[in-house]
């Protein structure tokens, strides 16, 4: 009997122990219960918050199967007790496949990862997912926006030929677009836009062709026929393989792919093909250099634009070569399976000094993006070379021409223009242009100021018009103020209208 009443109160006792052990939710439940409620996710949540990772992880990952139940919660649970217990790559396992769910990159913040948060692991995932400026961001950001600025003021400049501003405007535009770019990724911003997953690709191959027929067409005049359009195929076979394979993909497909880039150890930017675009942009811009380096050359050789345009665009052909060389330097550490990130800046620097290069001079010389032809012997200007004006017409537009300047005086209008020239020349606006360029080798305003200049100093040295003030001359040879002639005359004379006549005077003494 005692035996038998010490058994039956071990096996209460033990029963009592079983379900006060638990929490009082599952204490409430009856003994055959118990089994299920252990495989709850009640029960992983409780082993979770009384901090028994090791019970709630088997739990959590058994209720991962359930599709009834909501996986961004247990993954989120997953990752914090992996990393409590110090786990960080089936950590950021679990947080990679939550992110792929449920992108929410504050989640990385939690406090729950600070004992991962300085592993490797995690901060190969962190620092690509969160958002951070740095100063290089914003230098390439000014950049771009200084080469857009550019493109805009090229657009919209009418004194440039269409076919140079189509040309130069595009090859500034690509390079502005492709710095943005690396502003984006550098600020690590490319998962909240998605879709700038590799936005600016479409364009590797266009660099060279547009710098080498841009070159041709201003230098040498070239013709564009149906052939020069093979050196776009590259890049129309490389838009239709992104087009159907990259730019039509949602950007949650785009967040997925870069994430599981990011898991697998690649650049979440990198494409999967990056060695072999990379190899093939590093062919196209050695091959086109070489054609650049030819045609700029034989511009040089021949003379074939001023010694101002001459030096822009050996600049520019400078600045693509050592853009060449550096992205060819960086094709090879890709190749051999390095990663180098200083390589890839100095690639991004070049390009960049290609964009400011190119706004410096639209701003302070923008005759030189259309390229001046420089012909000898006075032969005629290529613009002209399908006018209708004859040999014996241009002679005599000239003689009436400098009998309107000479005899009639017509400079001291301060409002004559090459349209009004025209009208007294019975001729065309274009004519005009003509017979001043080719029989003087002066644009129209320069001839103007050639006649205004040299009868102001007459008038300067005139003993009778002494009495008169510097600006009665100005508004006596045509000038409408001051400083405009003082400005026209130091031009000439590199002094100024009281300068010149006092030097004149004293000379004479």
Same mark, same amino acid.
């Given at each position: 009997?005692?035996?038998?009443?010490?058994?039956? @109160?071990?096996? &209460?006792?033990?029963?009592?122990?079983?379900?006060?052990?638990?929490?009082?939710?599952?204490?409430?439940?009856?003994?055959?219960?118990?089994? @299920?409620?252990?495989d709850?996710?009640?029960?992983?949540?409780?082993?979770?918050?009384?901090?028994r990772?090791?019970?709630a992880?088997?739990?959590y990952?058994k209720?991962?199967?359930?599709?009834?139940?909501?996986?961004?919660?247990?993954l989120?649970?997953?990752?914090?007790?992996?990393?409590?217990?110090?786990?960080?790559?089936?950590?950021?396992? +679990?947080?990679?496949?939550?992110?792929?769910?449920?992108f929410?990159?504050?989640?990385?913040?939690?406090?729950?990862?600070?004992?991962?948060?300085?592993?490797?692991? /995690?901060?190969?995932?962190?620092?690509?997912?969160?958002?951070?400026?740095?100063?290089?961001?914003?230098?390439?950001?000014?950049?771009? #926006?200084?080469?857009? !600025?550019?493109?805009?003021?090229?657009?919209?400049?009418?004194?440039?030929?269409?076919?140079?501003?189509?040309?130069?405007?595009?090859?500034?535009f690509?390079?502005?677009?492709?710095?943005?770019?690396?502003?984006?990724?550098?600020?690590?911003?490319?998962?909240?836009?998605?879709?700038?997953?590799?936005?600016?690709?479409?364009?590797?191959?266009?660099?060279?062709?547009?710098?080498?027929?841009?070159?041709?067409?201003?230098?040498?005049?070239?013709?564009?026929?149906? &052939?020069?359009? &093979?050196?776009?195929?590259?890049?129309?076979?490389?838009? @239709? !393989?992104?087009?159907?394979? %990259?730019?039509?993909?949602?950007?949650?497909?785009? @967040?997925?792919?870069?994430?599981?880039?990011?898991?697998?150890?690649?650049?979440?930017?990198?494409?999967?093909?990056?060695?072999? /675009?990379?190899?093939?942009?590093?062919?196209?811009?050695?091959?086109?250099?070489?054609?650049?380096?030819?045609?700029?050359?034989?511009?040089?050789?021949?003379?074939?634009?001023?010694?101002? %345009?001459?030096?822009?665009?050996?600049? %520019?052909?400078?600045? *693509?070569?050592?853009?060449?060389?550096?992205?060819?330097?960086?094709? #090879?550490?890709?190749? +051999?399976?390095?990663?180098n990130?200083?390589?890839?800046?100095?690639?991004?620097?070049?390009?960049?000094?290609?964009?400011?290069?190119?706004?410096?001079?639209?701003?302070?010389?923008?005759?030189?993006?259309?390229?001046?032809?420089?012909?000898?012997?006075?032969?005629?200007?290529?613009?002209?070379?399908?006018?209708?004006l004859?040999p014996?017409?241009?002679?005599e537009?000239?003689?009436? &021409?400098? *009998?309107?300047?000479?005899?009639?005086?017509?400079y001291?209008?301060?409002?004559?223009?090459?349209?009004?020239?025209?009208?007294?020349?019975?001729?065309?606006?274009?004519?005009?242009?003509?017979?001043?360029?080719? *029989?003087?080798?002066?644009?129209?305003?320069?001839?103007?100021?050639?006649?205004?200049?040299?009868?102001?100093?007459?008038?300067l040295?005139?003993?009778?018009?002494?009495?008169l003030?510097?600006?009665?001359?100005?508004?006596?040879?045509?000038?409408?103020?001051?400083?405009?002639?003082?400005?026209?005359?130091?031009?000439?004379?590199?002094?100024?209208?009281?300068?010149?006549?006092?030097t004149? %005077?004293?000379?004479?003494?």
């Amino acid at each position: 009997m005692r035996r038998s009443t010490l058994i039956l @109160v071990l096996s &209460l006792y033990c029963f009592c122990n079983s379900i006060y052990s638990h929490s009082p939710d599952e204490a409430k439940a009856s003994p055959a219960s118990i089994i @299920v409620f252990q495989d709850s996710l009640k029960w992983a949540d409780y082993y979770y918050n009384i901090h028994r990772y090791k019970k709630a992880i088997p739990l959590y990952e058994k209720n991962l199967q359930n599709p009834k139940i909501e996986k961004t919660r247990i993954l989120k649970k997953l990752a914090l007790s992996e990393a409590a217990l110090k786990k960080p790559r089936k950590s950021t396992a +679990n947080l990679n496949q939550y992110l792929q769910l449920e992108f929410n990159p504050n989640f990385l913040l939690n406090e729950g990862f600070d004992p991962i948060r300085e592993t490797a692991e /995690f901060k190969r995932i962190s620092n690509q997912i969160i958002p951070k400026v740095t100063t290089w961001s914003i230098v390439y950001l000014f950049v771009s #926006i200084i080469g857009f !600025y550019v493109v805009f003021l090229i657009a919209f400049n009418k004194k440039i030929y269409p076919a140079s501003r189509v040309l130069i405007g595009l090859f500034l535009f690509i390079h502005s677009f492709f710095i943005l770019h690396i502003s984006i990724n550098s600020a690590h911003y490319f998962f909240e836009y998605p879709h700038t997953y590799l936005m600016s690709t479409w364009g590797i191959f266009l660099y060279g062709p547009l710098l080498y027929f841009y070159l041709k067409k201003t230098s040498q005049k070239h013709k564009f026929k149906l &052939l020069d359009s &093979l050196h776009l195929l590259p890049s129309v076979l490389l838009m @239709v !393989y992104l087009t159907s394979e %990259v730019y039509t993909m949602s950007g949650n497909s785009k @967040v997925i792919l870069m994430l599981e880039r990011i898991q697998n150890g690649i650049g979440p930017q990198n494409s999967d093909r990056l060695t072999l /675009f990379v190899v093939l942009k590093t062919i196209s811009l050695t091959v086109y250099g070489f054609f650049i380096g030819r045609t700029y050359l034989t511009s040089k050789r021949k003379r074939l634009v001023d010694d101002k %345009v001459l030096k822009w665009q050996k600049n %520019v052909y400078h600045i *693509h070569i050592l853009y060449v060389l550096t992205y060819t330097a960086y094709g #090879i550490v890709i190749i +051999n399976g390095f990663s180098n990130s200083w390589i890839f800046d100095t690639s991004a620097a070049a390009m960049a000094l290609m964009v400011l290069f190119m706004g410096y001079s639209a701003n302070i010389q923008p005759d030189v993006f259309n390229g001046v032809y420089a012909y000898k012997n006075n032969r005629l200007f290529p613009k002209y070379e399908k006018s209708g004006l004859t040999p014996s017409l241009s002679v005599e537009l000239k003689e009436s &021409l400098l *009998h309107l300047f000479a005899v009639e005086k017509i400079y001291r209008e301060n409002n004559i223009s090459l349209d009004k020239l025209a009208q007294r020349l019975n001729t065309t606006r274009h004519n005009a242009s003509q017979v001043i360029n080719e *029989h003087f080798n002066l644009s129209f305003h320069e001839f103007v100021n050639l006649y205004r200049i040299k009868e102001a100093k007459e008038l300067l040295l005139d003993h009778e018009s002494n009495k008169l003030n510097i600006i009665n001359i100005a508004y006596e040879v045509g000038y409408n103020n001051k400083v405009t002639f003082n400005k026209a005359f130091k031009r000439d004379t590199n002094l100024t209208p009281s300068e010149y006549q006092k030097t004149i %005077v004293e000379a004479s003494r």
